[in-house]
């Protein structure tokens, strides 16, 4: 087809039915597959992220312009905002004082209206020298911090705005879980960096920082053999041991074991940490960190982001999903894999502080050239006789210069549908794409939001017309939600115009339709009334192949 933005490709057989959800500067759209607008959420702030609850309410971060000269770098935040389906606030919270904490990257809805929120602190040199760290070069190390909020009593103060201030319930901090060899004066942190695996090494400093991990090579280099590559066009050395130096940029959580997944984008590693104890019950993806294997040979993860956990049938297995974005030149292609552990070998490495502290527990990745990960494709070790390991049981994305290959040096991200198909955003191009368990493309969607700045109004690519090259169409995560998620119960969505259809000068959303049908549901509930505004185009434009 002529489709040069919004939904390229949708394969109806093949796609999961239900709408997406992602954040282009101030606005959180909810699109169906068809593209069509159905709800939207305005901010005063720009937002990173987003989440629907089953209440109906929208979960939010915000950008904190006050705080950007001490966190001036990707992923900063600052406010969470709870918003009900009309987008009016409920509660928010902001970390306090705004010059040393700031919430970034990733949040998670739990049970009873909680969330789980990432957040940094700034800790000055000399409290960092006396940790036992070496190269502080900025001055500050950023800790990192796992709180869990709240929300607000219904009144507990007379003042109104902090009647609306969430509540902290736990903080989990980086910093009570380190380990150093360099100065054995300093008892506290003092130990064996391979044997002391639950803890982290303060002197964890690669060469380059954060950029030079995740792409060795400059963007003005010569282009890349796949036509979906992107670099970061910000690329410049970063320091060795500068304060950013974990990045961790996704949280996740397993309500049934208690379990918090991170992913640590510059150790390129997950961490499972549990809530009950506080301690780290696991961590993959680079031994080298922890000086138990080689940096290239037995490495897995390469700067990833947006480490999930999703379900399986099988309950006594815990899996989880993730963006594995690569790094030029060792790895210049991006996939997203699905990893399984089995829930002995967690109850192991709780009780047994031996297990992963030597090479041998390692996976060697011998991605196929067509796309598809098996375990045929993985040499798979024991160590002291471990009942189990983590094992890649699915992967998508071809190595690079084969057909269907992508690469995101940073940013990007991944939902797991109802349906079992995968939903990968590659962030820096600004594009979503559904892929099913067998490879097969079901759903294509290209950004016609142009970011030109906060405080500017983003420009829109009508359709018809190809994007800039140079333009910022970035997208962190869409997500996927199926038509009888609990949110959409009893609640009438009317489907609006396109974003790029913008040329049509018309509402975004209507404030009557004339043609409704009822959507099918699995539950007893209310049904969710679907509805199409006038005038629309004929959805046979839109179904085309891949």
Same mark, same amino acid.
């Not at 929300?151 to 989990?172: H, I, M, V, Y």
């Given at each position: 087809?002529?489709?040069?933005?919004?939904?390229?490709?949708?394969? =109806?057989? *093949?796609?999961?039915? +239900?709408?997406?959800?992602? /954040?282009?500067? @101030? !606005?959180?759209? $909810?699109?169906?597959?068809?593209?069509?607008?159905?709800?939207?959420?305005?901010?005063?702030?720009?937002?990173?992220?987003?989440?629907?609850?089953?209440?109906?309410?929208?979960?939010?971060?915000?950008?904190?312009?006050?705080?950007?000269?001490?966190?001036?770098?990707?992923?900063?935040?600052?406010?969470?905002?709870?918003?009900?389906?009309?987008?009016?606030?409920?509660?928010?919270?902001?970390?306090?004082?705004?010059? =040393?904490? *700031?919430?970034?990257? +990733?949040?998670?809805?739990? /049970?009873?209206? @909680? !969330?789980?929120? $990432?957040?940094?602190?700034?800790?000055?040199?000399?409290?960092?020298?006396?940790?036992?760290?070496?190269?502080?070069?900025?001055?500050?190390?950023?800790?990192?911090?796992?709180?869990?909020?709240?929300?607000?009593?219904?009144?507990?103060?007379?003042?109104?705005?902090?009647?609306?201030?969430?509540?902290?319930?736990?903080?989990?901090?980086?910093?009570?879980?380190?380990?150093?060899?360099?100065?054995?004066?300093?008892? =506290?942190?003092?130990?064996?960096?391979?044997?002391?695996?639950?803890?982290?090494?303060?002197?964890?400093?690669?060469?380059?920082?954060?950029?030079?991990?995740?792409?060795?090579?400059?963007?003005?280099?010569?282009?890349?053999?796949?036509?979906?590559?992107?670099?970061?066009?910000?690329?410049?050395?970063?320091?060795?041991?500068?304060?950013?130096?974990?990045?961790?940029?996704?949280?996740?959580?397993?309500?049934?074991?208690?379990?918090?997944?991170?992913?640590?984008?510059?150790?390129?590693?997950?961490?499972?940490?549990?809530?009950?104890?506080?301690?780290?019950?696991?961590?993959?993806?680079?031994?080298?960190?922890?000086?138990?294997?080689?940096?290239?040979?037995?490495?897995?993860?390469?700067?990833?982001?947006?480490?999930?956990?999703?379900?399986?049938?099988?309950?006594?297995?815990?899996?989880?999903?993730?963006?594995?974005?690569?790094?030029?030149?060792?790895?210049?292609?991006?996939?997203?894999?699905?990893?399984?552990?089995?829930?002995?070998?967690?109850?192991?490495?709780?009780?047994?502080?031996?297990?992963?502290?030597?090479?041998?527990?390692?996976?060697?990745?011998?991605?196929?050239?067509?796309?598809?990960?098996?375990?045929?494709?993985?040499?798979?070790?024991?160590?002291?006789?471990?009942?189990?390991?983590?094992?890649?049981?699915?992967?998508?994305?071809?190595?690079?210069?084969?057909?269907?290959?992508?690469?995101?040096?940073?940013?990007?991200?991944?939902?797991?549908?109802?349906?079992?198909?995968?939903?990968?955003?590659?962030?820096?191009?600004?594009?979503?794409?559904?892929?099913?368990?067998?490879?097969?493309?079901?759903?294509?969607?290209?950004?016609?939001?142009?970011?030109?700045?906060?405080?500017?109004?983003?420009?829109?690519?009508?359709?018809?017309?190809?994007?800039?090259?140079?333009?910022?169409?970035?997208?962190?995560?869409?997500?996927?939600?199926?038509?009888?998620?609990?949110?959409?119960?009893?609640?009438?969505?009317?489907?609006?115009?396109?974003?790029?259809?913008?040329?049509?000068?018309?509402?975004?959303?209507?404030?009557?339709?004339?043609?409704?049908?009822?959507?099918?549901?699995?539950?007893?509930?209310?049904?969710?009334?679907?509805?199409?505004?006038?005038?629309?185009?004929?959805?046979?434009?839109?179904?085309?192949?891949?």
């Amino acid at each position: 087809g002529d489709r040069t933005v919004g939904v390229v490709a949708y394969k =109806e057989d *093949l796609a999961c039915n +239900g709408y997406t959800l992602f /954040s282009a500067h @101030r !606005v959180t759209y $909810l699109i169906d597959l068809l593209g069509f607008v159905v709800k939207y959420w305005e901010s005063t702030r720009c937002v990173f992220t987003a989440y629907l609850t089953e209440s109906g309410n929208l979960l939010r971060d915000g950008s904190d312009k006050e705080s950007r000269e001490f966190f001036n770098t990707g992923g900063a935040a600052g406010y969470l905002e709870v918003v009900n389906w009309d987008n009016e606030l409920i509660w928010y919270w902001r970390a306090e004082p705004s010059y =040393e904490f *700031l919430t970034h990257h +990733g949040m998670q809805p739990i /049970s009873d209206g @909680r !969330v789980l929120v $990432l957040c940094w602190q700034r800790v000055p040199a000399v409290q960092c020298q006396n940790l036992g760290r070496r190269l502080v070069p900025d001055g500050e190390v950023w800790d990192n911090h796992v709180v869990e909020l709240a929300p607000p009593f219904d009144s507990f103060d007379e003042n109104p705005q902090k009647a609306l201030l969430g509540l902290e319930t736990w903080r989990w901090r980086q910093f009570d879980h380190l380990v150093q060899d360099a100065d054995p004066r300093i008892a =506290e942190t003092f130990g064996n960096v391979r044997t002391r695996w639950r803890d982290l090494d303060f002197n964890f400093t690669p060469p380059g920082g954060k950029a030079r991990q995740r792409n060795s090579i400059p963007p003005h280099t010569p282009p890349h053999p796949t036509g979906f590559a992107r670099f970061d066009t910000n690329w410049k050395l970063g320091k060795t041991g500068e304060r950013d130096w974990l990045h961790v940029n996704s949280i996740s959580y397993d309500e049934d074991r208690a379990l918090i997944l991170l992913s640590y984008n510059v150790t390129s590693e997950v961490f499972i940490i549990s809530r009950r104890t506080d301690q780290l019950v696991f961590r993959f993806g680079n031994p080298a960190v922890y000086r138990a294997g080689d940096p290239h040979a037995d490495r897995v993860l390469f700067s990833q982001h947006s480490a999930i956990f999703v379900s399986s049938n099988e309950t006594s297995n815990v899996r989880f999903l993730c963006f594995n974005n690569g790094c030029m030149p060792y790895r210049p292609w991006s996939s997203v894999d699905e990893f399984q552990i089995t829930t002995t070998l967690l109850e192991s490495m709780n009780q047994d502080t031996s297990i992963l502290t030597k090479p041998g527990t390692q996976i060697r990745e011998k991605m196929s050239s067509q796309g598809g990960g098996s375990m045929d494709d993985l040499e798979f070790f024991h160590q002291h006789d471990a009942p189990s390991s983590c094992q890649l049981v699915w992967s998508h994305g071809p190595k690079a210069g084969h057909y269907g290959s992508f690469y995101s040096t940073h940013s990007s991200g991944v939902d797991r549908c109802s349906n079992g198909n995968t939903l990968i955003t590659l962030g820096p191009q600004g594009i979503i794409f559904e892929i099913t368990p067998d490879h097969q493309e079901a759903w294509r969607y290209i950004s016609p939001v142009e970011i030109r700045g906060e405080d500017e109004a983003p420009a829109i690519v009508s359709q018809g017309y190809q994007r800039g090259a140079s333009g910022k169409f970035g997208l962190f995560c869409a997500k996927r939600y199926a038509p009888d998620f609990p949110a959409f119960r009893g609640r009438v969505l009317l489907p609006g115009r396109r974003i790029e259809d913008a040329f049509l000068l018309a509402p975004i959303l209507p404030k009557s339709s004339t043609r409704t049908a009822v959507a099918t549901t699995t539950t007893t509930a209310e049904p969710c009334i679907l509805t199409s505004a006038v005038p629309i185009v004929d959805d046979d434009e839109i179904l085309l192949s891949s």
